[in-house]
């Protein structure tokens, strides 16, 4: 079978000429908490006190932020990170290492498992004032927490599927779906914190 990776080695290949790059390049697994659980809390805040949300309309668009996540996470993965530029673009084949390939070739780089926060601010910024647009007035307060909540789950379980082993539950099924991704083929297993939406659209891995 072809090796689908160069080095299960935790330590961190270099990416950057510049140190300043390099440095934002990395980052420790529990920074994306540090960086959203604080926005989690200040969006429930405004939600109940500031834009007068009951509570089972927030619970309900809680849920919804969560599902939607789900749906974007599987869509990030598989369009946009598996996305395959013209090889003759050197700056597009450049710009995919430097977003994704480095994980593939290094997936076991204690430091780039996570988003790195020059990454996933801006990212969410987008998607806070995508959904602000899109939802009816005051709801992206009770979404977006939701939302954010998935990303995070995302976030850790992709640093606990790489470094944990888990003997048995729901997480080791997970791990190894991810796993089978990894070091089997790229080209199928998208979903990382769940395998649903690769059951829904047929790019899991069959069962033996």
Partial sequence: ?????????????????????????????????????PVILYCTYK??????VDFLLYI???IAGLFIWTIVEYIMHRFVFHYKPNENWAWAQ???FIMHGVHHDYPSDAKRLVLPPSLSIPLATGFFFLFKALLPVNYIWGF?????????????????MH??????????KIKQHHMLH?????????????????KIFRSGFLKK
């Fill in 94 to 96: 450049r710009l995919h």
């Fill in 163 to 172: 470094h944990f082993n888990f003997k048995s539950g729901l997480f080791k």
């Fill in 182 to 198: 990894h070091y089997q083929d790229p080209e199928k297993g998208y979903g990382v914190s769940s395998p649903f939406w690769d």
């Fill in 144 to 160: 977006f927490p939701g939302f954010i909540l998935g990303y995070l789950f995302y976030d850790i379980s992709h640093y606990a």
């Fill in 60 to 62: 309900g668009l809680f």
């Fill in 47 to 52: 939600s109940f006190f500031e834009a007068g």
């Fill in 1 to 37: 079978m072809k090796k689908n990776y160069v080095s299960n080695s935790q330590e961190s290949v270099r990416m950057f000429k510049s140190d300043f790059l390099e440095v934002l390049s990395k980052v420790h697994y529990t920074v994306p908490l540090y960086i959203f659980v």
